[in-house]
């Protein structure tokens, strides 16, 4: 990316400054920082991820990872945070994919909040990453500026590094994926509320809320809604066997039976 500089870290004044940026990012609970300067240096050390971002001598992005089962093929995205809507969050993870490839790695594994629909867009068509599992709850509550005391619900992205939409997606040509004329609403976002629908379809469109950061905060009853529709629906339908192919524009996830 032009003007973001990606590379390793290594010091411990380094880790200190990725704990500042994220902290400024997530606004923690004392004791609740998303990661510790030990456990970066320990990380690192051991020969695992732990990059930063920089535009000129300025820390814009961090990302944290670890090797995961299966042993030699996967990388653990666990922690990622970056300035947004300048493009240091693409670059880290195209770094992050070149790092796994030259160390014979085939996929990246990581976490997120199925309800923030720039992050869906972002995993799914921008690069080409696939949810492959709901996950309840995950961390538990957390308190923080940003989840501010919602619970955890996380769906696990899988990005399979060699897959011909993950190529195109690198080729910067995003995923857009093509609806069937049948296509059933299971969940549909009507005056910022979550209203169920049909989910007996081949394929089903799941809404999420516009922002639910905001949400959290000006209407927490809607946003807990949300919460639990977004779960009940698509976890639900990934339960039953359905699999993730695309968010469509920008609003709802595309879930198709692969029957």
Not at 231 to 251: A, I, M, N, P, Q
């Amino acid at each position: 990316m032009t003007g973001v500089a990606v590379r390793e870290l290594h010091t411990i004044a380094e880790f200190e400054d990725v704990f500042r940026l994220f902290d400024d990012i997530w606004h923690p609970e004392p004791g609740g920082a998303p990661i510790t300067v030990e456990l970066m240096r320990a990380l690192s050390h051991s020969g695992n991820y732990v990059t930063g971002a920089y535009e000129g001598d300025r820390l814009a992005g961090a990302s944290v990872g670890f090797l995961a089962a299966p042993a030699g093929r996967v990388l653990h995205s666990h922690v990622t945070g970056a300035s947004i809507g300048r493009g240091i969050g693409y670059a880290l993870k195209l770094h992050q994919r070149d790092w796994a490839l030259a160390r014979g790695l085939d996929r990246i594994t990581w976490t997120y909040d199925p309800l923030v629909r720039r992050n869906a867009h972002f995993n799914l068509a921008k690069l080409g990453a696939r949810p492959e599992e709901y996950l309840p709850s995950f961390y538990g509550t957390m308190e923080d500026a940003i989840n501010g005391g919602d619970e955890s619900d996380r769906m696990l992205a899988i990005w399979r590094l060699t897959d011909p939409h993950v190529l195109a997606a690198v080729r910067r040509e995003p995923y857009a994926p093509q609806l069937p004329p049948d296509a059933a609403i299971g969940l549909a976002d009507r005056d910022g509320h979550p209203v169920p629908g049909r989910t007996d379809a081949r394929t089903v469109l799941v809404a999420v809320p516009g922002d639910i950061e905001s949400l959290r905060r000006t209407d927490p009853g809607a946003a807990k809604a949300w919460r639990h529709a977004v779960r009940e629906v698509l976890g639900g339908l990934l339960r039953d066997g359905y699999r993730v192919t695309g968010f469509h524009r920008k609003s709802c996830y595309v879930v198709e039976h692969p029957a």
